[in-house]
């Protein structure tokens, strides 16, 4: 890693631990932020959002312990972990199929913390996040990569991989042929209501491309068939 990148992502981690607030193992942050319900600027804690969450912060320092070493973007990490954990235990997530905005994200971070210091119990936490959106109602689910479910199939594709369980690419098979269900096709296209709605049709071309790229790369990465090998 370039030594100015690094010390840059030091400094910011630096400034992430020194700022955590903790309440036993759990740790959060106090952010300002424009609230539009009221019209106004105010603080409140993080959720537990990878996109802009605790979780996404413990992904953040996760990579930085693994170059650095230092054992305060470890402990912070897992408070950070900890209260997403709390989060969805509380109940407190309402876009479960989302990877960034949803407990997708928070399944792939625990599962990156299992692999990087060899801990089962953070994996059993990140299969209990995955068994749950097994059973996900897919009727209540939108379809981008921000807040639907194009997002999260490649995760379900790569845990399959690293915890042996086939359950998760029949899971990700089942959404992917679910978002070709709701595709509507014509002149040889491909798109998507947006938010598995018909309110706003995705008809402008800048924003259906990226939404398309993804979805048709996770298309790609399926296998064609039950017990064939994977295309990439």
């Known amino acids: 890693m370039n030594d100015i990148y690094k010390e840059v992502a030091f400094d910011i981690g630096a400034d992430l631990c020194?700022?955590?607030i903790w309440n036993g193992p759990a740790c959060n942050w106090i952010?300002?932020?424009?609230d539009f319900n009221v019209n106004s600027f105010n603080y409140k804690p993080?959720?537990?959002e990878f996109y802009d969450g605790t979780s996404g912060i413990a992904f953040f320092l996760l990579n930085l312990y693994q170059v650095t070493g230092e054992i305060i973007f470890k402990t912070t990490a897992l408070g950070?972990?900890?209260?997403?954990?709390?989060?969805?235990?509380?109940?407190?997530t309402t876009t479960k199929g989302s990877f960034y905005l949803g407990t997708s994200g928070l399944a792939y971070v625990y599962l990156k913390a299992a692999q990087l210091f060899n801990e089962h119990s953070l994996s059993k936490r990140a299969e209990?996040?995955?068994t749950e959106l097994n059973d996900f109602d897919l009727a209540n689910s939108g379809y981008e990569v921000l807040s639907g479910i194009a997002g999260t199939i490649p995760l379900m594709i790569w845990a399959s991989k690293v915890l042996n369980n086939p359950l998760y690419i029949q899971t990700a098979q089942k959404w992917a042929e679910f978002l070709l269900s709701k595709a509507n096709s014509g002149n040889e296209?491909?798109?998507?209501n947006f938010m598995n709605n018909n309110e706003i049709p995705l008809s402008d071309l800048l924003m259906v491309l990226p939404e398309l790229a993804m979805r048709f790369h996770n298309f790609l990465i399926l296998p064609a068939k039950k017990n064939s090998r994977m295309l990439v």
């Open 31 to 34: 952010e300002y932020n424009y």
């Open 80 to 92: 950070a972990l900890e209260h997403a954990w709390n989060a969805k235990e509380n109940g407190l």
């Open 46 to 48: 993080l959720s537990f």
């Open 18 to 20: 020194r700022n955590a």
């Open 189 to 192: 296209m491909l798109s998507w």
């Open 128 to 130: 209990e996040i995955l």
